[in-house]
């Protein structure tokens, strides 16, 4: 039986707001304004990997194939999993959860990848779905504590979504690195934005001792670019790769 709760549903993934945006014209999506092939009718024979996050993961300024989401996928075995790329631009922790509640019996999902964006960010429930961030007067009166503990609620029902269909959940960041205690699968050690110029401090590696001035950004100038996505992807696999099959 499907159950929806006002905006809440586990069978309908809500739209994406690239849907209604210049996004649109400048990317290859599918009917529901996601990064990724249609849903209807799934495919079958292999497990669906459900990829979750922001800009930063729908992959803004980026080229199909350049995405961290693409550069991980490339690396896994693909005989055995398919990746689904659920990241919304603008995105807060709350619509990362919604939409992942929504997959649970349109993508069945046996891995989850959560690539967390700003904790301040929230999603506000009106008359319409609307994604709040940076100045809005929304968000006159959080503050630090209120941000690390709706963060850390996202996080339990994201783990209690895993625990719940029987998937593997992973942890990752986009921007700002946060602790998640008592979770098994979270990458911190850097994150999208972090994670280049690598600076390796072997001698040998010379190709990766090379000192890096100029920004690296996507073709928008605003987001990463391709360098972060492909060494952010390197650095998931390394650490996941056992447990991401």
């Not at 689904?84 to 807060?92: I, K, M, T, V």
């Not at 959860?97 to 929504?102: C, S």
Request: with cysteine.
């Amino acid at each position: 039986m499907n159950m929806k709760f006002g905006y809440y549903t586990d069978s309908d993934i809500p739209k994406s707001t690239a849907l209604s945006s210049k996004l649109k014209k400048n990317y290859v999506i599918n009917s529901y304004g996601y990064r990724c092939p249609e849903w209807k009718p799934l495919p079958v024979g292999k497990k669906n990997v459900v990829v979750l996050g922001c800009s930063h993961t729908f992959g803004e300024g980026l080229e199909d194939g350049d995405v961290w989401v693409d550069q991980l996928y490339k690396k896994v075995d693909q005989k055995r999993l398919r990746f689904w790329n659920l990241g919304e631009p603008g995105a807060s922790a709350d619509k990362v959860v919604r939409i992942l509640y929504a997959t649970e019996k349109v993508l069945f999902p046996k891995h989850i990848v959560i690539c967390w964006p700003f904790w301040s960010r929230r999603e506000r429930l009106d008359t319409h779905e609307q994604n709040i961030m940076g100045d809005h007067k929304t968000l006159e009166s959080e503050t630090e504590h209120t941000d690390k503990n709706n963060f850390l609620k996202n996080v339990f029902f994201a783990e209690k979504f895993a625990e719940k269909v029987g998937a593997k959940i992973f942890h990752c960041f986009a921007q700002d690195v946060y602790e998640i205690p008592n979770v098994l699968n979270v990458y911190s050690k850097t994150s999208i934005k972090l994670c280049w110029p690598y600076w390796s401090t072997q001698k040998s590696d010379s190709p990766n001792r090379i000192r890096t001035t100029e920004p690296n950004l996507a073709k928008d100038g605003l987001h990463y670019g391709v360098e972060h996505h492909r060494r952010f992807a390197e650095l998931l696999y390394d650490r996941f790769k056992s447990r991401l099959k």
